[in-house]
């Protein structure tokens, strides 16, 4: 039996959590009118809490009148449409599930009852129950489905998922190590190809239970039933309406074709305010909308915007239809263009506020266990803020706007660190010619460098107005290092840039990359405040890019 707290509720400095001592908490009592009647339930439920002892001297008597007020007030009011969003009650229900021994049983009966769906109380709480039971998949399917609806508070329950995956993640390192006595797994790291067939329709079949709970996941087995095929090219599709879901998508034009995809924007229900980017696949590939789902789970609600967004995807049996935001300015690489067009480079102001950005988004991707796999400037899109830029912007650990800069959008390639053994490292190819990290060239094994050696390639185009090369020199405590072919201008702020491409183009194969990331951020941002005259000519620059790239 599980042993309950005996605090009462109404003592000074009492916990608020109910007797699973890990099970967050809602107050017992609040503020209620003398006519509410689960009000006598709680202050009887509180004195028998009270009374019940713990351990071997538990009170059985005190535990059945407990069993009974429980049992009494769900039996009825449970049921009450007016207390179906009552937090009082869901914490009724929870203590009931822990006494009786009931949960798997109480979580069912609220999940069709559809009631308290919208609290992370309920899923924190059942996930623990599981913890508790050994049945670890099972907690994290149903810390997934809480955070996929959104559960309130959000960050909360997102936290505290993310504190379940690294215990989780550290327990089974132990286990794994435990079992291999020559302790291979720190020697020998294992080495997977992340974007193989095999590798991919092995994680697809992984993942494939969460994929159903997830919201906005709709699935069918037949054929796509539109007039107009989907595989069609833009001039055959142009202003076709596309019915998905109850909703019509008119396709306005295109805003980027793959090797895999084609990217249309299009309006939604006949509302031109209302713009939409639909990515269109065949075969049908859901697997970057569970990348996005995973965003939504482990990036913070000021943070999220960074990554782009996605609604929904519809799954046919020969095509899927991922519908996503869409932003009307344009890509990091429409901007590095719109200089080299009139014969200059980018300002190394402008230079350095997207570095900041990119360094930023890697360093919140790469602490959330996930690697984008596919980091260029064509899938970097331009935000604006609504207001100037200033030296506190820069400053500020949080920010204090969202859809600041960049988002990073097309995660087809993203790599979901939670789906492989700790220390796994990658050898794959990811083809994209001048994107490919030096581990790629050289055929060694790689993890973050497929994300930083993308940000140093950026770096370079917006710099030099060129693709890099680098090149092999002597490293100044011996052995080797990698940079840039092209020599830095003097009047650049030489030492920042220097560090920048010697720190990522030469970092470890293993292990995070985070602080690294967090640190030469720090370099920059402290430059761009040591004169306020920066922050005005930047506020300036991005008005004008504004101005002249502007899409209607």
């Known amino acids: 039996m599980v042993i309950l707290d005996r605090t009462p509720a109404s003592a000074p400095g009492a916990p608020s959590s109910p007797p699973r001592k890990s099970t967050p908490g809602v107050p017992w009592e609040e503020a209620s009118q003398p006519s509410d009647p689960i009000l006598p339930y709680l202050r009887s439920i509180s004195k028998a809490m009270d009374e019940l002892g713990t351990g071997p001297q538990c009170d059985a008597s005190a535990l059945d009148r407990l069993k009974c007020y429980l049992t ?143 919201i906005g996941y709709h699935k069918s087995n037949k054929v796509y039933y539109g007039k107009v095929p989907l595989t069609s090219s833009l001039n055959v599709l142009r202003n076709k309406v596309i019915e998905l879901g109850g909703r019509k998508y008119q396709i306005k034009g295109s805003t980027g074709t793959g090797a895999f995809a084609k990217v249309y924007k299009s309006t939604v229900d006949g509302n031109a305010e209302e713009m939409v980017a639909l990515k269109i696949q065949s075969p049908p590939f859901p697997w970057e909308f569970y990348m996005y789902r995973q965003l939504d789970m482990r990036i913070s609600e000021v943070e999220r915007p960074s990554f782009g967004y996605a609604h929904e995807i519809h799954i046919f049996s020969d095509v899927s239809v991922l519908v996503c935001d869409y932003l009307p300015y344009g890509t990091l690489l429409d901007v590095i263009n719109s200089h080299l067009v009139v014969g200059r480079y980018m300002d190394e102001v402008l230079c350095m506020y997207y570095t900041i950005e990119m360094l930023k988004i890697l360093e919140t991707l790469h602490s959330a266990g996930m690697i984008h796999g596919d980091f260029k400037p064509d899938n970097l899109l331009i935000c604006y803020l609504s207001g100037e830029i200033t030296e506190e912007t820069f400053r500020s650990e949080t920010r204090d706007e969202q859809n600041q800069g960049l988002s990073l959008v097309d995660w087809g390639r993203g790599i979901d660190l939670k789906l492989f053994r700790a220390g796994t490292e990658f050898r794959g190819d990811c083809g994209t010619s001048g994107f490919r990290c030096v581990e790629m060239q050289e055929h060694r094994n790689w993890t973050y460098q497929v994300d930083t050696y993308g940000l140093c390639a950026i770096v370079h185009m917006m710099l030099y107005g060129a693709p890099m090369s680098v090149q092999k020199v002597p490293g100044a405590g011996g052995g080797y290092e990698y940079q840039p072919k092209a020599p830095f201008k003097r009047y650049w702020n030489v030492e920042l840039w220097k560090k920048l491409f010697s720190t990522l183009l030469n970092a470890p194969s293993n292990g995070s990359d985070v602080a690294v990331l967090r640190g030469l951020r720090a370099a920059f941002r402290e430059h761009m405040c040591s004169n306020r005259q920066l922050v005005g000519k930047l506020n300036q620059m991005l008005a004008k890019q504004k101005a002249s790239l502007c899409s209607s």
Not at 104 to 130: I, T
Not at 145 to 159: C, F, M, Q
Not at 171 to 188: G, R
């Open 72 to 214: 009494e007030c769900i039996r009825k009011y449970g049921d009450e449409y007016q207390y179906s969003t009552d937090p009082r009650l869901l914490k009724i229900w929870i203590l009931y599930a822990d006494v009786t021994e009931t949960f798997p049983k109480v979580y069912k009966q609220l999940e069709e009852k559809r009631m308290f769906l919208e609290h992370g109380l309920l899923y924190e709480s059942y996930a623990l129950y599981l913890c508790a039971e050994g049945r670890i998949e099972e907690a994290d399917r149903v810390y997934v489905t809480g955070i996929s609806r959104k559960a309130e508070p959000l960050d909360h329950l997102k936290e505290t998922h993310l504190m379940f995956l690294k215990h989780l993640e550290h327990f089974v390192e132990e286990a794994d190590v435990d079992s291999q006595p020559s302790k291979k797994l720190k020697n020998e790291p294992s080495v997977v190809d992340p974007w193989s067939a095999c590798t991919m329709n092995s994680l697809l079949e992984t993942i494939n239970g969460d994929l159903r709970t997830f």
